[in-house]
């Protein structure tokens, strides 16, 4: 996404940017998720949700983010669902194939299948804005964690910002993530937002092995549950929902039809009457710390370097923000200091 936006935003002013696309399909994890692009409503409740985040970059978020949405409204991309359906939210939901054809079409020039390598030039001349999809790749894999996001994700963006002396913000071991069904072991990326067992608000969640027992509320968007559930042996934990839960609505699906969906896709769901029990393990969608950079999308510490999206750490430290939003802000910016 961030890339995207950055090349478009970057072609609109007159240059002629390219995008180096390490995968053989424009997009991204911004093709495979939700499409709902959205910004706290003020600076105050981003602050309250993500107390670690660094509160000029989240203000610049507040600041632009409805501005930014008319823009890619104006180049073409349509909004699909007006609202977020969340009360504490403002934005709107897009169509991620038309975004993504619709920012490729504006972006001109994407190069498939060359990769920003760490290390080595990229034989282009200009500034360049590292927009590689932070690492959630490397994460899940070190973890033994599913990945609930694009592969090519590895954090060649933040190697190559740290070879040139880069600082970093945030908890590089921090991530959001959601839980899936258990097992099976792969889910094919078109199924990611489908099998989200996003209901463990209405759930006793124990750990499948040992004694972890999540106490308490999970926060909304249940990040906390998840991180707390990977850190637990083999990353599982069972949901264990009464039958008075079963009708409960997580935006537009019951918890009935969550559970469903994980029983049709092979997960170990038991029933226990009144209870349901589904087996679920943590997934990496993406990952919040990584690079920090200033309110002008400037890599700290490196020179003639711009990073945006994912790559960039220190947003959302200690809670959830929408990873779309802060992509296209920190793209668009970064697009215009790097041309200025
Ligand atoms: C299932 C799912 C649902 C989601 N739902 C939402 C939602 O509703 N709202 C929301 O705000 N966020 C959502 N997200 C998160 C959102 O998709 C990300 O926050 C967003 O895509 C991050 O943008 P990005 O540009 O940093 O990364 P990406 O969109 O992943 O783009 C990074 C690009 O960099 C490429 N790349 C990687 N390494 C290299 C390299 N070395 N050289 C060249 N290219 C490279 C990748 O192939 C990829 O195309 C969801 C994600 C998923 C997976």
Redesign the pocket.
């Known amino acids: 996404?961030?890339?995207l936006a950055a090349a478009a935003r970057a072609r609109e002013l007159g240059a002629e940017p390219f995008v180096?696309?390490?995968?053989d399909r424009?997009?991204?994890?911004?093709l495979?998720?939700?499409?709902?692009?959205?910004r706290y409503r003020s600076l105050e409740e981003f602050q309250a949700e993500c107390p670690g985040g660094d509160p000029a970059l989240q203000r610049l978020i507040v600041e632009r983010l409805d501005e930014d949405l008319e823009w890619l409204e104006s180049l073409g991309a349509s909004v699909t669902e007006p609202g977020t359906g969340n009360a504490r939210t403002i934005g709107a939901r897009f169509d991620t194939l038309e975004l993504t054809e619709t920012l490729v079409r504006k972006a001109n020039t994407v190069l498939f299948g060359?990769?920003?390598?760490p290390g080595t030039e990229t034989g282009l001349e200009g500034p360049m804005v590292l927009?590689?999809?932070?690492f959630s790749a490397r994460l899940a894999g070190e973890r033994g964690l599913l990945l609930?996001?694009?592969r090519?994700?590895?954090g060649?963006?933040l190697d190559l910002a740290l070879g040139r002396g880069a600082a970093t913000a945030g908890d590089l071991d921090e991530f959001y993530g959601r839980a899936m069904p258990a097992p099976p072991a792969h889910i094919d990326e078109q199924d990611?937002?489908r099998l989200s067992q996003l209901y463990g608000r209405f759930a006793e969640v124990v750990a499948e092995e040992g004694d972890g027992r999540f106490e308490g509320e999970p926060s909304w968007s249940e990040t906390d549950l998840v991180q707390a559930i990977a850190r637990w042996p083999g990353s599982r934990a069972w949901y264990r929902v009464h039958e008075d839960k079963l009708r409960e609505r997580v935006r537009d699906r019951t918890v009935a039809e969550m559970i469903d969906a994980a029983r049709a896709a092979g997960g170990v769901v038991r029933q226990e009457p009144p209870f349901t029990s589904v087996l679920v393990e943590a997934s990496v969608?993406?990952t919040l710390g990584g690079i920090r950079i200033d309110e002008r999308a400037r890599v700290v510490g490196a020179e003639e370097l711009y990073a945006?999206?994912?790559?960039v750490g220190g947003i959302s430290t200690g809670g959830y923000s929408?990873?779309?939003?802060?992509?296209l802000v920190f793209?668009r910016i970064a697009a215009e200091e790097a041309l200025s």
């Open positions: 996404m961030a890339g180096l696309e390490k995968g424009p997009g991204g994890s911004m495979l998720s939700s499409g709902v692009i959205w060359h990769a920003i390598v927009a590689t999809g932070g609930r996001a694009n090519w994700s590895t060649d963006g990611f937002v969608t993406q945006a999206g994912a790559d929408s990873g779309l939003a802060a992509a793209g």
